[in-house]
């Protein structure tokens, strides 16, 4: 017994020796004889000096160990035994950048070892950026730590997320020292581009990539440019970069220069950038100039890309500029002589030029004679006619006339030009071929409220007053009867020459009817009618033969109260006929009211005959009778009651 606990104090004082060299503290063990031979070891010599002390093997039992053969160090030993096994490993927290090395290469993972009690895993897809031969084992990267322990337990790294970290950094560094960077155009997206800087995406809009408009924005993709970064958010880490801002920067500098080296009148070489209605701006190599659309051309253009082109180079002088606002007003025309100043010796007055009209106004149209000199044909020059005439109506836009010049002016630059003179005036001999009371047919060209304006040939015509249109009706206008554009047969009823004025009639063609309807239409006859039109004053009504009358609103009453409608047929009597006036005036009032003074009239005509034949017998009786008796008074008060009742009856 004895020599068996000498043999476990000489084995727990190898142990411990074995312990203390690789300094490994441990809380466990398998067998109860090792924690024995660990208490032999904190006091080895008082087993082998007292080894009377020990009289059985369970009196050496280390009874603190539980069910789980687990023993448990004192408070101050564990605590150092975990300082020193903390102190092992590196100390790191979420977010946090870290450099590790890489330890393994699977077909999916890097494995990375940072110091951390377990080695972290990343993608493989977030080292496709490692240019060739790639990654080997050995190589050191920097990563993030996203998650110290993941739901399974292992440890989260992302170089991606680095990257994106350090770029923000950089890209943050260069917004504020307006440093130029250098990115790759990965992408196309709505608006405008995507950028690589740094490893990180940003945005490139589409208004910053040119100075010049651009529609084609897949001709970028690809292609590494130099950038500024123009504004960043730090609340969602997103950048807006810009290739603009360095070509203006260029830009400006080249601006200053020239502005500080430009003069009136100096002659420069421009491209054409960009054409609006007004004008076209001009690239002049750093600075942009307008060339307005009057400085264009000495003749008129609608638009400047009559004349100028898109990239187009052009020779343009300086017109005026203005340091402040850096603008430069340019001219093209100014570098050819006015076209006034250079006329043909030949031209003059009297002359016949050839022109198209280039613009048209209420009082006349101008011809243009050549670029920048034209001349004005007023509407009194158009034709011989005297006849109004619309400007508008008459010239088209782009239409070229032979006209001769009436006067010139070189000095005012003005010109006027007529139509009407390449033709000999027709009014020299008017008498001969359009007599009075001569019949004609014309062609209706115009119309008036007062007249309808005919042309009988070219240079030639008339109006026929509205009244002469018709004998019989009225009209309001004159397009109540006829239109522009139809033929008309006329008379000529009178020649102004000096005026150059025909009057014309239509209704003279025909003998007056109003002669002979005067005994059909005689005042008091009776005729059936149509109500055509009523208005506030009264009705016309249209009767027989094509006549029109008229009827005041007071004798459209009817017998019964109520009025005649329109488009109603009934009786009328004419109360008015004037043959000079041309005028009937009806009433369907008169009808009914004369029928009832017809009656009354009779009634007491009727009255009247009785009340002589009572007082006729009355003096006969009167005449006979002597004396008067009661027989008498009897047979006079019956007539005297016989007269009140007539008297009566005729009131």
Known sequence: MQFFLKQLNADAQENAAASEAVEVPTATTNAPVAEAATEVIEAPTAVVEAPVAVETAHDDFDWSIDKRNVSSYAETERLKYDKVYDETFVQIADGEIVRGGVVALTKTDVVINIGFKSDGLVSLNEFRDV????????????????????????????????????????????????????????????????????????????????????TDYDQFVGKTMEFKVVKINEAIKNAVVSHKALIESDIEAQRAEIMSKLEKGQVLEGVVKNITDFGAFMDLGGLDGLLYITDISWGRISHPSEVVKMDQKLQVVVLDFDDDKKRISLG?????????????EGLSEGSVVKGKVVNIEDYGAFLEIQPGVEGLVHVSEITWANTPINAKEFF?????YEAKVVTLDKDARK????????????WSTIENKFPENSKHKGLVKNITPYGVFVELEPGIGGMIHISDLSWLKRFNHPTDYTKVGEHIDIIILSIDKENRKLQLGHKQLEED????????????TI???????????????????????????????????????????????????????????????????????????TAKKEAKAESDSTKKAVKNIQAKVEKTTLGDLSALAEIKAKLQEGEGDKQ
């Open 513 to 524: 009817p109003w002669n002979a309807l005067e005994d059909t239409f005689a005042v008091g």
């Open 332 to 344: 093209l025309k100014q570098l050819t002589p006015h076209p006034w100043d250079v006329l043909p």
């Open 131 to 214: 240019p060739v031969p790639g990654l080997k084992i050995g190589d050191e990267v920097e990563v993030m730590v996203v998650e110290k322990e993941d739901r399974g337990g292992n440890l989260h790294l992302s170089r991606k997320s680095a990257r994106i970290f350090r770029a923000w950094e950089r890209i943050v560094e260069v917004h504020k020292t307006g440093e130029v960077i250098t990115g790759t155009v990965t992408s196309k997206t709505k608006g405008g581009l995507i950028v690589d800087v740094f490893g990180m995406e940003t945005f490139l809009p589409g208004s910053q990539i040119d100075v010049k408009p651009v």
């Open 396 to 400: 088209k836009l782009g239409d070229e």
């Open 415 to 426: 010109m006027s030009l007529s139509i009407k003179q390449m033709s000999q005036d027709p």
């Open 527 to 601: 005729h059936e009618g149509t109500v055509t039109r009523k208005d506030d004053k009264g009705a016309l009504v249209q009767l027989q033969y094509g006549l029109e009358g008229f009827t005041p609103n007071r004798h459209l009453n009817k017998e019964d109260g109520s009025t005649v409608k329109a488009d109603e047929t009934t009786q009328f009597v004419v109360i008015e006929f004037d043959r000079n006036e041309k005028r009937i005036v009806l009433s369907h009032a008169r009808i009914w009211e004369q029928q009832v003074a017809e009656v009354k009239e």
